[in-house]
């Protein structure tokens, strides 16, 4: 009965202090790992609200969905969707822009940081959490998301709520 408490109380502790680890700055490792996705790689577009990927050849909105690119930064809240959500509001922006698949989100992980696992100047302010994928789980119902707090992917029901990130072709 004791360690049952003890492990319960030990939760309401974590979601209790969760908004305060959450929203705690990124933290790069530039000494002890090698950067994979520098920015180097990177190509500013149009009115810098878009990046080329110059490895992969992928454009990618600098901001999150609900954000928005004031010349400098990602301002505003990101807005969180279902996976449904998520694909029509990709396809509503035009331009030919989509939902990436699992292995797209990948390629702009960087593992050199966390919270966010991103090359933060490039994209700045995502979330440390959750965003969505278009590449189906081995069950029907979920989908591939890609977590930015440590760059590792999980399956999640398509009824979830997670973050968006734009990617397009050409």
Not at 22 to 41: E, G, L, M, Y
Request: hydrophobic share 35%.
């Amino acid at each position: 009965m004791m360690k049952k408490y003890i492990t319960i109380k030990m939760a309401l502790i974590v979601v209790a202090l969760y908004p305060l680890i959450a929203n705690a700055d990124q933290v790069c490792k530039v000494d002890s790992i090698k950067a994979d996705t520098p920015t180097s790689r990177f190509e500013i577009l149009s009115n810098s609200s878009e990046i080329k990927d110059t490895q992969t050849g992928l454009i990618w909105q600098r901001c999150s969905l609900g954000q928005a690119w004031d010349g400098k930064n990602c301002i505003g809240k990101a807005k969180a969707y279902t996976w449904e959500q998520a694909l029509k509001q990709t396809k509503v922006l035009g331009k030919g822009y989509r939902l990436p698949n699992i292995r797209e989100l990948s390629s702009i992980v960087e593992r050199q940081c966390y919270n966010p696992a991103i090359t933060g100047g490039i994209f700045p302010n995502t979330q440390s959490s959750d965003y969505w994928s278009s590449s189906p789980s081995m069950n029907s119902d979920s989908v591939w998301s890609m977590n930015f707090n440590y760059g590792y992917t999980l399956s999640f029901s398509k009824n979830d709520v997670h973050y968006v990130r734009a990617v397009r072709s050409k």
